[in-house]
């Protein structure tokens, strides 16, 4: 027992998509999902053992809580259907809701809960972390009580039992009876550490269908996959090592012009990174016979910040909205009081990415934004050519400025990379730096132009590749790959929202 939970302890990297171990992995899951295609709950439960392999290959002894995560909400979910009274019911309801929040607040805000008491009593505070002391108790292992170590995707998974608990609370779905197919639900490892957030009303329908997969869904799967790897391993690796993270290390070391380049950079790179991973989990789930859903929708062509939350991160701007915003009371309540739900429900949105300040101040400029948005809208029409045009550009910029407090490791480089953009910008270093950083300024100019392509003229591309010769396909995606494989970083970064 010890040395299993040794092994598990050690936290991997090697299932993540960017690494061939993962490939492995998937091949032979691919290969076992076919042969038990007509066994539903075999392959169902192969399915799940899979993806709890998975979870405490990149996650460590972590996986033990996504059990227990699991037999929670199964287990309310059948006492909400069981009871009728409604005060049983709610208090089924708030106890799903203390469970997950609380061990979510655990893992992820002790810390900063402490930081914050510690400046308000102006005392030291030990923290410990007592469920590796547990195991430690129970096991004989010898984890380290010293710090607290955050799951990975808890913050995804924890919100996706909550809204499963609180659709069956609302009686917009009825509640899994095998624990199999909920347990199944909950770790499906695609999208199991960075999302997208899936409902149990748009994917537990499909764990009881028939595996139906055309030949045009997997090549549209693998035009996912490959659409992934080359934005997160040539675009966004690249950007990342050879520019962006230097100079948000020490942005007093870069001139007003290369501030900015980075800045650019990073809002590429994010975007390419996180999109990225989405594009990948969507192609290897359509490849195992599920669909999740979009999470993305080129969020820098948005003309407003409403329009911009549309189309980034989708599914957990939809949670913020249903979960958070409508039970807020939404804009039902006056204006004043549709502000106030926004600014609230932005700013634990952006407590939702991390325990920290720069986070908060994040979710609350775009709170801000949200809010100057809806009152433009009632003043302006916006379905004029230039002022759509001017909303995107002002809605652009002023997403790329957020995104600087989002990636900061502290408010003081915030403060010096605005003062650097502001008092040491000059047009004499341009040329200097573009020389300097040719294949940097190249990803730029490729990454936002593939973005910004008009949709018809993208999706006319991807279809005339799915409808295309098996041969030409073949060669295609190929040549991509090898490109993949020889472009990419030597050092392989793990995605960005795995920290979140």
């Known amino acids: 027992m010890k040395e299993l939970l040794n092994h598990i302890s050690g936290q991997s990297d090697l299932f993540l998509f960017s690494h061939v171990a993962f490939w492995y992995f998937f091949g032979a899951i691919l290969?076992?999902?076919?042969?038990?295609?007509?066994?539903?709950?075999?392959?169902?439960?192969?399915?799940?053992?899979?993806?709890?392999?998975?979870y405490y290959k990149t996650g460590g002894y972590f996986f033990c809580l996504l059990i227990f995560s699991t037999l929670t909400d199964y287990s309310i979910g059948l006492a909400l259907q069981k009871f009728s009274r409604q005060w049983v019911r709610r208090l089924f309801l708030t106890l799903?809701?203390?469970?997950?929040?609380?061990?979510?607040?655990?893992?992820?805000?002790?810390?900063?809960?402490?930081?914050?008491?510690?400046?308000?009593?102006?005392?030291?505070?030990?923290?410990?972390?007592?469920?590796?002391?547990?195991?430690?108790?129970?096991?004989?292992?010898?984890?380290?009580?010293?710090?607290?170590?955050?799951?990975?995707?808890?913050?995804?998974?924890?919100?996706?039992?909550?809204?499963?608990?609180?659709?069956?609370?609302?009686?917009?779905?009825?509640?899994?009876?095998?624990?199999?197919?909920?347990?199944?639900?909950?770790?499906?490892?695609?999208?199991?550490?960075?999302g997208p957030i899936v409902r149990a009303q748009h994917f537990i329908p499909q764990?009881?269908?028939?595996?139906?997969?055309?030949?045009?869904?997997?090549?549209?799967?693998?035009?996912?996959?490959?659409?992934?790897?080359?934005?997160k391993l040539v675009i966004s690796d690249f950007i990342s090592v050879n520019f962006v993270d230097r100079v948000f290390e020490h942005p007093i070391s870069y001139s007003g012009f290369e501030v900015i380049v980075a800045v650019y950079g990073y809002a590429l790179q994010i975007y390419c990174d996180f999109s990225g991973y989405t594009d990948i989990a969507l192609g290897v789930a359509l490849l195992l016979g599920f669909r999740l859903p979009k999470n993305f929708n080129h969020p820098y062509k948005a003309s407003s910040i409403s329009d911009f939350w549309r189309r980034w991160h989708m599914s957990l701007s939809s949670w913020l909205r249903d979960y958070l915003y409508i039970?807020?009371?939404?804009?039902?309540?006056?204006?004043?009081?549709?502000?106030i739900n926004l600014l609230l429900t932005m700013l634990l949105g952006g407590l939702w990415?991390?325990?920290?300040?720069?986070?908060?101040?994040?979710?609350?400029?775009?709170?801000?934004?949200?809010?100057?948005n809806k009152g433009i809208n009632k003043v302006i029409k916006t379905d004029n050519g230039f002022i759509r045009s001017l909303g995107w550009l002002i809605t652009f910029h002023f997403v790329v400025l957020t995104w600087i407090v989002f990636r900061v490791d502290s408010l003081e480089n915030a403060q010096i990379i605005f003062d650097r953009i502001l008092h040491t910008s000059s047009v004499l270093n341009v040329v200097e730096v573009v020389k300097?950083?040719?294949?940097?300024?190249?990803?730029?100019?490729?990454?936002?132009?593939?973005?910004?392509?008009?949709?018809?003229?993208?999706?006319?591309?991807?279809?005339?590749?799915?409808?295309?010769?098996?041969?030409?396909?073949?060669?295609?995606?190929?040549?991509?790959?090898?490109l993949i494989y020889s472009l990419h970083q030597s050092t392989l970064l793990p995605f960005i929202y795995f920290r979140f």
Request: hydrophobic share 50%; glycine share 8%.
């Open 436 to 482: 300097a950083t040719p294949y940097l300024f190249l990803l730029l100019i490729i990454g936002f132009s593939l973005h910004w392509l008009p949709d018809k003229f993208r999706l006319r591309i991807k279809v005339n590749i799915i409808l295309a010769p098996i041969w030409l396909k073949i060669a295609l995606f190929s040549g991509v790959l090898y």
């Open 96 to 194: 799903s809701l203390i469970v997950n929040l609380s061990v979510l607040a655990y893992f992820k805000y002790t810390y900063f809960i402490v930081d914050i008491l510690e400046g308000l009593y102006g005392t030291e505070i030990e923290t410990y972390d007592y469920l590796a002391a547990a195991f430690n108790h129970l096991s004989g292992s010898n984890f380290s009580i010293e710090s607290i170590t955050l799951p990975i995707g808890i913050s995804f998974f924890t919100f996706q039992t909550i809204s499963y608990t609180v659709d069956v609370y609302r009686r917009q779905l009825k509640p899994v009876r095998n624990i199999i197919d909920f347990g199944f639900y909950v770790s499906f490892f695609p999208q199991l550490i960075a």
């Open 207 to 231: 764990i009881y269908k028939k595996l139906v997969l055309s030949e045009k869904w997997i090549w549209w799967a693998i035009l996912l996959i490959t659409g992934g790897l080359f934005k």
């Open 327 to 339: 039970p807020l009371g939404g804009n039902r309540k006056g204006i004043i009081r549709t502000f």
């Open 31 to 54: 290969l076992f999902n076919l042969i038990l295609q007509k066994k539903r709950s075999l392959r169902i439960s192969f399915l799940f053992m899979a993806s709890l392999y998975f």
């Open 353 to 372: 990415h991390g325990a920290a300040l720069k986070f908060i101040i994040w979710g609350g400029l775009h709170g801000i934004g949200l809010i100057i």
